[in-house]
């Protein structure tokens, strides 16, 4: 699934740009030794926005609380918002979400209301990652798009 991970990756910080123009965005962005998928970082003093992308990670709560730490050690020179994608791995049949995710957004939350300047935003990202070997679903540039606009809906109200 590497591959496709990093092609979505791609294809998100292409859609951003096009979206949002004032930041340059990137994909593998540290923070310190912290790699982040995708980043906006703008050319003037606004914040600074993180994209986590989680296709089937075991612990998707790792990435806001390794992110919050390295905001309240003072990494960032200005505001964040994170932004963390969840694909259809972490969705219920029932409509609910799972207890993976559940937790990554209580984490984020925490975060947000703790730490001046970080803003946590969890997003849907709409498709379901290929099983090893598999051919990715047809529609995820679709998909990734549609996770662009409400990427950009939520920092833009927010930052």
Known sequence: MGEFTDAVHARLRDALAARDPGREWTTEWYVQRT???????????????LVEVEMRRADPANNPVKLARHAADGAFDRPVALVHLFSDYYALADGGHSSKRENAEFVGGL????????????????????????????????????????VTDRVTDRV
């Open 35 to 49: 790699p982040v998928d995708v980043a906006g970082v703008p050319d003037a003093d606004a914040p600074l926005v």
């Open 111 to 150: 975060a947000s209301d703790a730490l001046d300047g970080f803003d946590y935003h969890a997003v849907d990202l709409a498709l379901a990652p290929p099983v090893r070997g598999d051919d990715p679903p047809a529609d995820w540039e679709d998909a990734v798009e549609n996770a662009a606009d409400r």
